[in-house]
């Protein structure tokens, strides 16, 4: 498989880590093991991107405590730029590419210094005029979601990134709610943002298994990105519509399976069936015995197996002429 068309697997740590270090590296490890290509995570400072105003989504107040505001339950899940820093150097000594999401201005200019290869926009910056437009100036490859937008703001955020100077862009069709309700995927939308404004695109799932991400890839997807974790029943808003490392590593599997199965789109036998040919496929044999001189009738051929004679494509030229051997029954017309 040639390793520069294969599909790009982001394992998404996000806040997972609960603000935790330790945890963090544990994600980059169970990523590793799973087979992903990239980990990404968030960077942000909460106060820049939620107001004390902020209320929670209905999942945030199902798997965090009712009692604080949304602020409150980010600024716990927040990690320092000097972490981000140690993630990305312990993520180049192992050989897994790190990502992360920047939620305000402050982050996306941090990790631009980083020097990631990626930038990747979250579904919730897709209206965001000077993010998008700060985004858009460092001129990187981006992977842009898309989860509640309309086709209209997909283009006017498409529109904003290229006249600011980005022209690599990546379009991920996506469903913000976590978990996704099966009725809800619209995995079709994808093709119609690939179709709609002729780029690349990808899935960034948020249902509760495996397969939703495994038929994006059968579907053209060019990147992947999937919620895990390391125990779905620890606290915090993502972990219960996220993977666990295990699941990660199938999802991982099936993807590369799905991958080596599209194959090239050119329809050839192909080197392990192309033994078969002859024993599935039939020839014209003699139906009864055939004397030496007689002329090849449609009762005295007939169409059976090995596949080794003369192609019963082939029939009508067969039929009228004479044989000029003696045959026994079934026995591999020769001309």
Partial sequence: MDK????????????????????????????????????????????KVISKFAEKADYQKENTKSS??????????????????????????????FLSTPFDLESINFLNKMRLSILKVPSGEITNLPYLREVGKLKKKVIL????????????????????????????????????????????????IKEAFKVEVGYSDHTTGIEIPIAAVAMGAKVIEKHFTLDKNMDGPDHK????????????????????ALGNGIKLPSKSEYKNKKIARKSIVANS???????????????????????????????????????????????
């Avoid at 972490?83 to 000594?93: G, I, T």
């Fill in 145 to 192: 979601s898309t989860g509640m937008a309309t086709l209209g703001e997909i283009e006017n955020a498409l529109e904003i990134l290229r006249n600011n100077g980005t022209t690599d862009i990546i379009v991920l069709h996506c469903n913000t709610e976590y978990p996704t309700p099966m009725e809800d995927v619209n995995l079709k939308a994808m093709s119609t």
């Fill in 68 to 97: 604080e505001s949304q602020l409150e339950m980010v600024k716990k899940l927040e990690i320092s730029y000097t972490d981000f820093e140690n993630l990305k150097k312990y993520c180049d000594e192992k050989g897994i590419m």
């Fill in 241 to 260: 519509a996220s993977l666990n490392p295990e699941e990660l590593k199938e999802m991982v599997k099936a993807i590369r399976n799905i991958e080596r």
């Fill in 289 to 335: 015995k055939i004397k030496k001189g007689e002329i090849f009738t449609e009762k005295n051929l007939t169409v059976k197996r090995p596949g080794n004679g003369i192609s019963p494509m082939r029939w009508d030229e067969i039929i009228g002429k004479t044989a000029n051997k003696n045959y026994t029954e079934d026995e591999l017309i020769q001309i």
């Fill in 4 to 47: 520069c068309n294969k599909v790009l697997i982001i394992a998404e740590a996000g806040v997972n880590h609960n603000g935790d270090l330790a945890l963090a590296y544990k994600l980059i490890d169970k990523a590793i093991e799973a087979g992903v290509d990239a980990i990404k995570f968030q960077t942000f400072k909460s106060e």
